[in-house]
T-cell receptor, first 113, second 115 residues
Framework: KAGVTQTPRYLIKTRGQQVTLSCSPI?????VSWYQQTPGQGLQFLFE???????NKGNFPGRFSGRQFSNSRSEMNVSTLELGDSALYLC????????????FGPGTRLTVL | AQSVTQLDSQVPVFEEAPVELRCNYS??????LFWYVQYPNQGLQLLLK??????LVESINGFEAEFNKSQTSFHLRKPSVHISDTAEYFC?????????????FGKGTKLSVKP
């Protein structure tokens, strides 16, 4: 099975712009979670989607949003980018059959100038 | 709310020496515990997990971790490390009664194995 894929892998934006990141989960996985990884704050949970519905949301401002499509692919959007949004954004998927681990993608490295 | 503390940000060790990476957590509810490893420029890979049952869990590459409820700890150990174990290790928890989709991570421990 192919793993979790994230596109693009690298992205450079300027302050004030918006960005959309994409995540394709492992085939058959229905839950997708997003995390932000920075040197200062570490790994922080952004949100989780299942069946196109947001199930959980972390403590991030409303500029961070996401959605999930019927094929379980997910996108996250960050509007009005700030310098502090520079981070590695990780997507993880899981099948939701009982308790199971999350499988992570390689991440999208976002740099905000 | 849950929180995870990894007591050491960096651990240097010589090859074939034993290592312990410490993890303590705080939670008012039962949690599931995980150790993930991150190699440079890669995502996270699950190393091992504790859900229930035996408090000692093992991975296929020689790591083990022991869940200690009274001390709220889940330390990771390996009796003999290899150069290839050089990576960053993250301890994580998620509430047992929730969706388990939201992992709470520690700040990570960078393990550096020297020849």
């Amino acid at each position: 099975k192919a793993g979790v894929t994230q596109t693009p892998r690298y992205l450079i934006k300027t302050r004030g712009q918006q960005v959309t990141l994409s995540c394709s989960p492992i085939s058959g996985h229905r839950s997708v979670s997003w995390y932000q990884q920075t040197p200062g704050q570490g790994l922080q949970f952004l949100f989780e989607y299942f069946s196109e519905t947001q199930r959980n949301k972390g403590n991030f401002p409303g500029r961070f949003s996401g959605r999930q499509f019927s094929n379980s692919r997910s996108e996250m959007n960050v509007s009005t980018l700030e310098l502090g949004d520079s981070a590695l954004y990780l997507c993880a998927s899981r099948p939701l059959a009982g308790v199971n681990e999350q499988f992570f993608g390689p991440g999208t490295r976002l740099t905000v100038l | 709310a849950q929180s995870v503390t990894q007591l050491d940000s960096q651990v240097p060790v010589f090859e074939e020496a034993p290592v312990e990476l410490r993890c303590n957590y705080s939670s008012s509810v039962s949690v599931y515990l995980f150790w993930y490893v991150q190699y440079p420029n890669q995502g996270l890979q699950l190393l091992l997990k504790y859900l229930s049952g035996s408090t000692l869990v093992e991975s296929i590459n020689g790591f083990e971790a022991e869940f200690n409820k009274s001390q709220t700890s889940f330390h990771l150990r390996k009796p003999s490390v290899h150069i290839s174990d050089t990576a960053e290790y993250f301890c994580a928890v998620t509430p047992a009664g929730g969706s388990q989709g939201n992992l709470i991570f520690g700040k990570g421990t960078k393990l550096s194995v020297k020849p």
